[in-house]
């Protein structure tokens, strides 16, 4: 296939000229997690010789302002039906559900993260129920943890009981609270970071395989070589002669100009309800040049990956900025822009252990126009995002990465079933949030400035 870009070339000239890109304000640092609320993510190795020292968490950190706290409330509930069939007969006709039996049951869907633009609430930021038949509830969950980019799942657990479960529909309902911020990204300082000499064990977890960027949903391996030779006719093959920022900015630019975003992305049932995400995975982005949003920023997350750069996922859903409340109907067409996805890439300040995770909103850039704005200056949704208040973020992944089954269309939710999974049956998402907005005198929300 013909590649775009410039390669070594231009990232040289763009070296030269990254000291007058500007930006305000700053990132907020990593810090010291409470066990309680967010379990460390699983370990990663790091370089034996260049371990990260202690993190200082009243460090001060010049790179990522939060601004403009928005509280938000959101609730989503994933129903699963048994499929049905249409029993002919000389009466009439008449639809006959499937009968599940199973002896048990475990369902999970993700915990709210933490990212660039979003704290989940400290007290209460994640709740929900498992209900089977209308009757069975569970409400009690597990979470668990050490999945890529840090992924925390709640699990509801059916337990196994005498004669088994038999039915035809389930549904999981979640809460999550917390607050987003609009962002400004201090570009000028950011720049001047070099490349460390270790990534944190947070920042590595966001390196690990994952669905539709180096492998299939089922766990088998997607041939990435489109995704090398991208990277490397982009980069001169030295992605990491420039700055991690620069190398960042530089590839954002080349993903928005190569790709046509085109079609929703969303899987539907058969009767039009809306299943969840289906992205056709990042190769085949390369490949073809065009696809959904989701498609879009899977393959900015494999590029910067290539590159070297940890980056990571997210999907959240986008609260109308002109309204207090917003529904995303599972019985309508909904917009693509009801769930946005963006990359967030890690920038480590080794010196100061800082880790920050900057968000590139390519497709948001991308519809701004049909050119790529002037790299030598700030963009919008590179870093800086004043819409970030309005949309909270609820997955790092389409899919639990983790061995569990769903229907359809990857819906962010999954369960394993004893001793088997229905084969058949039909799932649809519904979303509903609306602001908790503080008045005058009160709290803001955590993070705020």
Not at 131 to 156: H, N
Not at 348 to 361: G, R, S
């Amino acid at each position: 296939m013909r590649m775009h870009g410039s390669g070594g070339l231009a990232m040289a000239a763009l070296l030269a000229i990254t000291s007058a890109w500007a930006g305000v304000a700053h990132a907020q640092s990593r810090r010291t997690r409470d066990p309680a609320q967010t379990p460390a993510p699983a370990p990663t190795a790091t370089p034996a010789a260049a371990q990260p020292a202690p993190s200082n968490p009243n460090r001060p950190n010049p790179y990522l302002t939060r601004q403009e706290p928005e509280d938000w409330e959101m609730s989503i509930r994933i129903d699963v039906a048994a499929s049905q069939d249409i029993l002919v007969t000389p009466q009439g006709n008449y639809p006959v559900a499937d009968l599940w039996k199973f002896d048990q049951a475990t369902v999970v869907f993700p915990m709210p993260p933490t990212t660039a633009g979003f704290v989940p609430d400290p007290v209460d930021p994640f709740s929900g129920v498992l209900v089977f038949q209308d009757r069975i509830k569970v409400d009690r969950f597990d979470p668990l943890e050490g999945y890529p980019s840090g992924t925390r799942l709640a699990k509801w657990t059916l337990e196994g009981q005498q004669g088994g479960y038999q039915g035809n529909q389930m549904h999981i309902e979640v809460r999550v609270r917390g607050t987003s911020y609009n962002l400004t990204f201090n570009e000028a300082e950011a720049s001047k970071l070099p490349w460390p000499s270790f990534w944190p064990p947070e920042a590595m977890d966001a390196t690990k395989p994952e669905a539709f960027i180096t492998q299939w949903v089922d766990g088998s391996d997607l041939d990435t070589t489109p995704i090398r030779e991208l990277v490397k006719e982009w980069t001169g093959g030295k992605p990491q002669s420039q700055p991690p920022v620069v190398t960042a900015k530089w590839i954002t630019a080349k993903v928005a100009d190569l790709v046509q975003v085109s079609g929703s992305g969303f899987g539907y049932s058969r009767t039009g309800k809306i299943q969840g995400i289906s992205p056709i995975g990042a190769p085949e982005t390369a490949i073809r040049r065009r696809g959904s949003q989701f498609d879009m920023t899977c393959l900015l997350v494999a590029c910067l990956r290539e590159a070297g750069i940890p980056t990571r996922l997210v999907v959240g859903y986008d609260v109308a900025s002109d309204k207090q409340e917003r529904v995303f109907l599972e019985v309508r067409r909904s917009r693509s822009e009801d769930l946005r996805t963006w990359a967030e890439f890690a920038l480590y300040d080794e010196k100061n252990d800082i880790l920050t995770w900057v968000p590139v909103d390519v497709v948001a850039q991308r519809a701004q126009s049909s050119r790529v704005p002037d790299i030598r200056k700030p963009w919008d949704y590179f870093g800086n995002h004043k819409e970030m208040q309005g949309i909270i973020p609820f997955a790092l992944q389409f899919q639990p990465p983790t061995t569990v089954r769903a229907y359809g269309s990857p819906g962010f939710w999954g369960w394993l079933v004893l001793p088997k999974a229905p084969e058949r049956a039909e799932q649809w998402i519904t979303i509903h949030a609306n602001s908790q907005s503080k008045r005058g005198g009160q709290p803001r929300g955590p993070g705020s400035n």
